[in-house]
């Protein structure tokens, strides 16, 4: 089972970002995925989710929302999350982590995921 998380580097302020987090070894499409992001010496924030179906599919934090937008396409076991107008304060490491379809993208945020990748490093700088 992994989830591989890619896509981060530098980018100016103002600039966007499109991260991909793969899976292998687990049907990803029966898991609600999120993204996460650090910083070193801070919590961990659960930014954005997205379940695996119905009306209400995505979730984001306030800090993010209208900016950054979550998808998935499942026949390529891949959830995206694109980030745009990034601030200094979004550099982070970015994370995706997965929990079976039946979990709250506020529990998955929260922290209560079964599956966690590695990060990618995002940088805002000009």
């Known amino acids: 089972v992994q989830l591989q998380a890619s896509g981060g580097g530098l980018v100016q302020p103002g600039g966007s970002l499109r991260l991909s987090c793969a899976a292998s070894?687990?049907?990803?499409?029966?898991?609600?995925v999120g993204w996460f992001r650090q910083v070193p010496g801070e919590e961990r924030e659960g930014v954005a989710c997205?379940?695996?179906?119905?009306?209400?599919?995505?979730y984001y934090a306030d800090s993010v929302r209208s900016r950054f937008t979550i998808s998935r396409d499942n026949a390529k076991k891949t959830v995206y999350l694109e980030m745009r107008n990034l601030d200094p304060e979004d550099a982070a490491v970015y994370s995706c982590?997965?929990?079976?379809?039946?979990?709250?993208?506020?529990?998955?945020?929260?922290?209560?995921?079964?599956?966690w990748g590695q990060g990618t490093q995002v940088t805002v700088s000009s």
């Open positions: 997205i379940h695996t179906s119905g009306v209400d599919m995505t």
């Open positions: 982590a997965a929990a079976p379809a039946t979990t709250a993208c506020r529990v998955l945020l929260s922290g209560e995921a079964r599956y």
């Open positions: 070894g687990f049907l990803m499409e029966y898991y609600t």
